[in-house]
């Protein structure tokens, strides 16, 4: 049970592995399969007698959704929208994130309460407003719905997170430089920002991804394929009657790579306290 | 009348006691924020609430009828009760089995075990994959001619003809739960983990002088000592599971025979299919109410732990 205590038993060790094991399968069982399903032609994605084991392997399915226009404005899309959302909600959030970690005015707490709350509601109740909000905004044929309606879930997610990596910077530096004559914007400029260097990047990065994982929105505001990200356009992919497993797989697997990757930089970035370091030198 | 440069100051002074002393600064720097706010949540949400005492169709304007589409739902819409008992089964066998999966993982994680930090990014993997991406894949497998699902089954002697698991109701709904308990169990497993390695080792040193069973340390130390990250993350993943969307809409689209409809995806098939604006905004207002509660309750849950 705990990590103290006597050394564990061979029987107990085996039976900890055992389970470890178990756990790692599946979870690792279904991008197996997806990588799998990705390196083989048609015929063999329905082949009974090979279904598990990696022969005749080929990358055709990749050049083929690398290669074809629709993919190729979808990953576009994505990286746009992702991209210019994302940077939008870091600035809004950067500012406010600020102002109600470190200044004193009437409403701070409501306020920063409001943002939990916000960052609660599920996009479930929001899509069918957001949609006719666009459409009377004239913004339906444009990238822009997705950037202004992916605001929703973006700026209070990473104003909630920044409010906690503002909070963790002493207050004491801040002190310092304002004896020395730095005035509160300068304070955010020289000081705060430079030390929230990692908290900030981690706040881009879970919003790009949360942006580029999105699929509700992207379904009910992108309506022409040319419009569509990497998830509408998949679904819309996989309406036909025929199911190209293999192409669907490859374009999955090419959307989860970036994702994974982006991970785990944040996985680094979150261990790193940056503020600690500041305080001691 | 030109006001003196003392009266200018002690107007200010006066300001800046009600407001606090960084009031314009502070009001300047969440103008940003307070657009988004009320531009994009409050004003969607009051008008979702508005638009659920009319009757909407796509391209036109609106009709008000009061209460009527509440009315329809409540006692003469038969889908509409299919979909409230799918999302309660969803959502009770979704978050419990995640709980219990996350409950494991976590207890696996905290023995002393070689390269901990690299299994816990690695078991993170389905939680950060991209949902569509994981419904897309779990639809496959669970595929009904030549899903891995049924080779394996098969394979093993567990069935003998393979299933069409997405093809009829009462398996749709479990293959769909599957998919969301595996997306789902790395959340609670990585909160529990950071929940019990907060836990004082002194606590299960003294359990064991005393002679305490692994399962007698789990019940009156592990358990009290994650209580409140436990209910924190169950409440966190009942709201999302309810108003999960896209595993169902991609494996399933709701059906078959709407046997997996939830309340988002009959929302959106309404609202888009059915061209019923109105009705289809009635369909999640509805659940305000209950989620209004849920949110309150979690809150200062999530604000407390946040001080700490």
Not at chain 2, 31 to 46: D, E, H, M, N, R
Not at chain 2, 166 to 187: D, K, Q, Y
Not at chain 2, 280 to 302: C, N, Y
């Amino acid at each position: 049970m705990s990590e103290s205590g006597r050394r564990r038993s061979l029987g107990a060790s085996i039976r900890l592995y055992t389970v470890l094991g178990v756990y790692l399968l599946v979870t690792t069982f279904p991008f197996y399969y997806m990588l799998l399903t990705s390196l083989r032609v048609p015929k063999d994605v329905y082949r009974r007698e090979a279904m598990l084991t990696p022969d005749n392997l080929t990358l055709a399915n990749y050049v083929t959704v690398l290669t074809s226009s629709g993919m190729q404005t979808w990953i576009s899309n994505s990286i746009v929208v992702s991209f210019a959302s994302t940077t939008i909600s870091v600035a809004i959030s950067v500012l406010a994130a600020y102002a109600l970690a470190r200044l004193k005015f009437f409403g701070a707490q409501t306020m920063a309460r409001s943002v939990l709350f916000t960052y609660l509601v599920p996009g479930s109740l929001l899509f069918i407003p957001l949609f006719l909000i666009m459409s009377n905004l004239g913004l339906l044929n444009t990238l822009w719905a997705l950037v202004i309606s992916y605001q929703t879930f973006n700026v209070p997610f990473c104003t909630w997170m920044l409010l906690g990596y503002f909070r963790t910077i002493p207050e004491e530096l801040e002190d310092a430089a304002r004896i020395d004559g730095c005035t509160r914007m300068g304070v955010l400029g020289r000081i705060i920002l430079p030390l929230a260097g990692p908290g900030i990047v981690t706040a881009f990065i879970f919003g790009f991804t949360n942006s580029w994982n999105e699929f509700l929105l992207a379904v009910v505001m992108a309506q022409r394929s040319e419009l569509r990200t990497i998830p509408a356009g998949l679904y819309s992919f996989q309406v036909g009657d025929v199911l190209l497993w293999g192409q669907l797989m490859a374009a999955a697997l090419l959307a989860t790579l970036p994702v994974i990757i982006l991970f785990t930089l944040v996985q680094r970035f979150v261990v790193q306290g940056l503020t600690v370091g500041s305080v001691k030198g | 009348m030109e006001l003196s440069a003392r009266e200018v100051k002690q107007r200010r002074i006066v300001w800046s006691r009600l407001l606090g002393k960084d009031a314009a600064l502070g009001y300047a720097l969440i103008v940003p924020l307070l657009l988004v706010i009320i531009g994009l949540l409050a004003y969607p949400i009051i008008s979702a609430l508005l638009l659920s005492f009319q009757d909407r169709r796509l391209g036109l304007p609106g009709r008000f009828i009061g209460l009527e589409n509440y009315a329809e739902l409540l006692f003469r819409d038969r889908r509409f009760r299919t979909v409230v008992s799918n999302s309660i089964l969803f959502t009770l066998v979704s978050v419990a089995g995640k709980l219990l999966i996350g409950m494991g993982m976590a207890i696996l994680l905290n023995q002393r075990i070689k390269a901990r930090a690299m299994f816990r990014g690695w078991l993170l993997l389905p939680w950060v994959a991209p949902t569509f991406v994981t419904a897309l894949t779990w639809r496959w497998m669970f595929d009904g001619t030549s899903g891995i699902i049924n080779y394996l089954l098969m394979l093993f002697g567990v069935i003998t003809s393979p299933i069409a698991w997405l093809g009829n109701g009462a398996t749709a709904l479990l293959a769909v739960m599957a998919t969301n308990i595996w997306r789902g169990f790395p959340f609670f497993g990585v909160s529990l983990l950071a929940g019990m390695q907060a836990i004082p080792a002194e606590l299960y040193e003294a359990a064991e002088v005393d002679g305490a069973s692994p399962w007698q340390k789990f019940w009156h130390i592990t358990l009290p000592g994650v209580r409140t990250v436990l209910v924190v993350t169950t409440m966190l993943s009942t709201i999302w599971t309810f108003n999960d969307f896209q595993i169902v809409w991609i494996m399933t689209g709701g059906g078959p025979a709407f046997a997996t409809h939830l309340f988002a995806t009959y929302s959106y098939q309404v609202g888009f299919s059915g061209s019923r604006l109105g009705y289809a905004v009635a369909i999640s207002t509805i659940l305000a109410p209950l989620l209004i509660v849920m949110i309150l309750a979690l809150s200062p849950l999530i604000m407390r732990g946040e001080r700490e």
